[in-house]
């Protein structure tokens, strides 16, 4: 059996798509990291802070399941190029002062964009590297899963 080499670039769009993992993990935790400065600069309700957690999370299974069929008709780079977007675009807003009903809609524009973001990174990994048009294995348990279906 003879090993083909690494594609050129492919440990840099792996060390890009880390990156882009690292923002995404971020996103999910900096409510609940900056919950006490966040409920008093904006008076929030206890109720309020739970919506405010919980919005990222409205819009995240619908849009993975549209998500997931975009992905199938298009190149995996070209929707994480449009996911990471959409983060820029929804996170825009909270350079300037911001109330309630922005931070909400943000955050729930936010965690649509971060639906699929996982399984494509892995798809993406594969593909990059070239795993997929090899017979090695992939040791992490969910390139498993996502190397079955791409």
């Known amino acids: 059996m003879t ?13 890009l798509l880390f990156l882009f993992m690292l923002v995404n993990f971020a996103d999910k935790i900096v409510v609940g990291l900056a919950g006490v400065p966040i409920m ?3 008076k ?3 109720e309020q802070f739970g919506l405010l957690g919980s ?5 995240f299974s ?7 069929f975009i992905v199938n008709r298009i190149a995996t780079r070209w929707v994480l190029l449009a996911l990471a977007l959409v983060w820029a675009l929804a996170q825009f807003p909270m350079v300037g ?17 971060e639906a699929k973001a996982r399984r494509f990174r892995w798809r993406c ?3 990059t590297n070239g795993f997929l048009t090899r017979s090695e294995p992939c040791p992490p348990p ?7 279906l791409a």
């Not at 090993?3 to 060390?15: N, S, V």
């Not at 002062?97 to 964009?113: E, K, M, P, Q, S």
């Not at 969910?142 to 079955?148: E, K």
């Open 44 to 46: 929030l309700e206890p």
């Open 142 to 148: 969910s390139c498993r899963r996502d190397r079955r």
């Open 97 to 113: 002062t911001v109330g309630f009903t922005t931070l909400l809609i943000c955050r729930v524009i936010l965690g649509a964009g």
């Open 55 to 59: 919005s990222f999370f409205f819009l």
């Open 3 to 15: 090993t083909q080499p690494t594609p050129k670039g492919a440990w840099k769009i792996t060390f």
């Open 125 to 127: 990994i594969l593909s």
């Open 40 to 42: 008093t600069e904006l």
């Open 62 to 68: 619908i849009a993975a399941i549209i998500v997931g």
